[in-house]
């Protein structure tokens, strides 16, 4: 079970691993957040930064340890992490790698309502999604060769590892749906294409599934 934070932002966990090298102000913490790629990694809002760091020093996870200036720019307040905020970081992490929590995706989304296209054109777009991922997935195997060849250590890259191999295995069930639908094996599928050839909306044929006015679900 998740537990209850001061500062339940993932944007707050980006901060203490990132302030545990050194203190910082908040313009080097955002600096260094983006070098290594962490927006990649978290769904990050840059706008609340200001926000999050503050409310972070009122939950004893940072504290003001000085101010710099840089020539004519404002003061900046120098922010570094506390023992708290070590233990916070170090609980939060654990969690986050011992306890699956359910994750809103775009794609289980749109398959939640794919009977509203008709299963032609689910076939189509499913084979632009599959070639998309394999862009994608050739462009981060790229980084990641690169980061090897600087001799970054792989602790370091380990997150960049599992999103590749989410991305792997969703091209995979991707395409075996795809070609499942597209070979007349998927269920039902006849039934889902003269849904659509006669104009019945996706909730009518689910009242006749639950009447049994259509037997085995969705079959002919």
């Known amino acids: 079970m998740a537990t209850k ?9 980006a901060v203490l691993a990132t302030v545990i090298e050194r203190p910082m ?11 290594r790629g962490k927006d990649r990694d978290m769904d990050i809002k840059w706008g609340s930064l200001y926000t999050v760091v503050q409310n972070m020093e009122k939950a004893g996870f940072l504290e003001v340890v000085g101010n710099e ?8 307040t120098i922010y570094a992490i506390t023992d708290a905020g070590r233990a916070e970081m170090a609980d939060w992490t654990r969690e986050l790698i011992a306890e ?3 994750e809103h995706h775009r794609f289980t989304a749109g398959l939640s309502v794919v009977a509203a296209l008709p299963p032609d054109e689910v076939v189509e777009l499913l084979g632009r999604r599959i070639d998309a991922l394999g862009r994608i997935i050739e462009a981060a195997r790229r980084e990641l060769d690169q980061l090897a060849a600087a001799d970054l250590p792989r602790l370091f890259v380990v997150e ?10 969703e091209v995979a069930w991707a395409a075996s749906l ?3 639908i597209a070979a007349g094996a998927f269920p039902g599928v006849d039934l889902w294409r003269h849904m659509h050839a006669v104009g019945m ?7 006749m599934v639950e009447r049994g006015m259509v037997e085995g679900g969705m079959t002919e």
């Open 160 to 169: 960049a590892e599992y999103g590749v191999a989410m991305l792997e295995a």
């Open 5 to 13: 934070r001061k500062v339940n932002n993932l944007l707050a966990l």
């Open 100 to 102: 699956p929590a359910p």
């Open 25 to 35: 102000h908040r313009y080097e913490i955002a600096s260094q957040m983006r070098e």
């Open 69 to 76: 200036r840089d020539g004519a720019r404002p003061e900046r």
């Open 201 to 207: 909306a996706p909730a009518e044929v689910t009242e």
């Open 178 to 180: 795809r070609d499942e």
